[in-house]
């Protein structure tokens, strides 16, 4: 290709970069007052009126993909931070009893959970067991945000979850005042 002069080389050079550069997904990484990152390895799943987000995260070696669902249903919604944790821990065979700790990020108030075991993968309106998966691991973050408490529901086969941990991590740490 023949360039004349710097203007045609600029308008190359700008292509060349748009073509090279994978656009960043589509997705919402803001809610509640807050932004967040999400992770280089993870993609874009579908949305739901119950979900601002959904990221699927790669699967383990010789295990499926997880799941990152990320829920905010306004002020005062949603319920508070340890009726969340008992739900999710009721998305258990036998509802364990979930890990959790409490923590700051860029001065909002964090709390994490961990749950681990027979997953009874709750779906559809009435939030019904689709079909018990053993050996499933769930990471919770609850961002108590300015408009309203985030949710953050990481889900899948333990060895996927485990490898998801510092990306996880990563998302939860870089939560910002919007």
């Not at 360039?3 to 292509?15: D, E, F, I, K, V």
């Not at 002020?75 to 509802?95: C, P, T």
Request: net charge positive; aromatic share 8%; glycine share 12%.
């Amino acid at each position: 290709m023949l360039h004349r002069g710097p203007a045609a080389l600029a308008a190359s050079l700008l292509l060349v970069a748009a073509v090279a550069t994978p656009a960043p997904p589509e997705v919402p990484a803001a809610a509640g007052g807050i932004r967040w990152t999400v992770p280089a390895t993870w993609t874009a799943g579908k949305t739901s009126p119950m979900r601002v987000a959904t990221y699927l995260v790669p699967g383990a070696k010789g295990t499926e993909a997880g799941e990152c669902a990320v829920f905010f249903f306004g002020a005062g919604q949603g319920g508070g931070v340890s009726d969340n944790v008992a739900r999710w821990a009721k998305q258990f065979e036998g509802a364990p009893a979930a890990a959790t700790r409490a923590t700051a990020v860029a001065g909002v108030k964090v709390t994490r959970a961990e749950v681990q075991g027979t997953y009874l993968a709750p779906g559809g309106p009435m939030m019904q067991s689709t079909g018990k998966r053993p050996g499933y691991r769930l990471l919770g973050a609850i961002v108590e945000a300015p408009e309203g408490n985030v949710f953050f529901k990481l889900t899948g086969p333990a060895a996927t979850v485990a490898a998801a941990e510092a990306p996880f991590e990563a998302l939860v740490t870089s939560v910002r005042r919007r």
